[in-house]
Each structure stands twice: as structure tokens, then as C-alpha cells.
Nanobody, 123 residues
């Protein structure tokens, strides 16, 4: 079973940047998509971004397009989420999750997900 460990969260002022990391272990060919989901206080889970680590295709939720960049370093088994121009509404616990492919990720058919990392953006 694939295991994921998220890190890199913290407190940042609006307009600032953070880079989240998701270290992946036990990945199989059934887990091509790795992505990020977030949950703000009192709200439901929201897909943020995902990448197919096999072909490099990406997905971004509309509210983060142009501000967030997802990338994969397969040699390090790590997926990164570079978050720039952060806004207070980006405050949430960010989780990384695995899925068979981007379609499965968009369908919330996650095969695994790990503990989250808290991102707090102050105004």
C-alpha cells in the first residue's frame, strides 16, 4: 500500500509563499496520480491539484490556477506544491493523496492519503 507523508506547512502572511512536499513510498503502477486536497476549518474537503507522475499531466482547481504549481521528482519519490501569492482563504490542512490516475483523483477515488500539514495565511 502506498504511504504518503506531507510536510512544509506553516504560518505565512498574505502574498507570501510556501512549498509543500509529499514523500511517497510503496507506490505501484496503480498509483500514477499524486495530488493535494485541503480542508479549511468548518468546511468540506476540496481538491487542490494533482499530477500524473507517469506522463506529467496536471490538474488545478480554479481558485489556485496561476498561483500554485505542482511538480514531481520521481527520483526522490516526492511531489511538491509550490504555493505563491497565498490568500487567507487558502488556510487549511493540506493532505496529499494517491489515485490510479487523474480521472480517479477527480472522482475522489483515492487509494491512499496521508496525514495533513497545516497552512495558515494571515491577512
Amino acid at each position: 500500500e502506498v504511504q504518503l507523508q506531507a510536510s512544509g506547512g506553516g504560518l505565512v502572511q498574505a502574498g507570501g509563499s510556501l512549498r509543500l512536499s509529499c514523500e511517497v513510498s510503496g507506490k505501484t503502477f496503480d498509483d500514477d496520480a499524486i495530488g493535494w486536497i485541503r480542508q479549511a476549518p468548518g468546511k468540506g474537503r476540496e481538491r487542490v491539484s494533482a499530477i500524473n507522475t507517469n506522463d506529467g499531466n496536471t490538474y488545478y482547481e480554479d481558485s489556485v490556477k496561476g498561483r500554485f504549481t505542482i511538480s514531481s521528482d520521481n527520483a526522490k519519490n516526492t511531489v511538491y506544491l509550490q504555493m505563491d501569492n497565498l490568500k487567507p482563504e487558502d488556510t487549511a490542512v493540506y493532505y496529499c493523496a494517491a489515485a490510479h490516475d487523474l480521472i480517479a483523483f477527480l472522482g475522489t477515488a483515492y487509494s491512499s492519503w496521508g496525514q495533513g500539514t497545516l497552512v495558515t495565511v494571515s491577512s
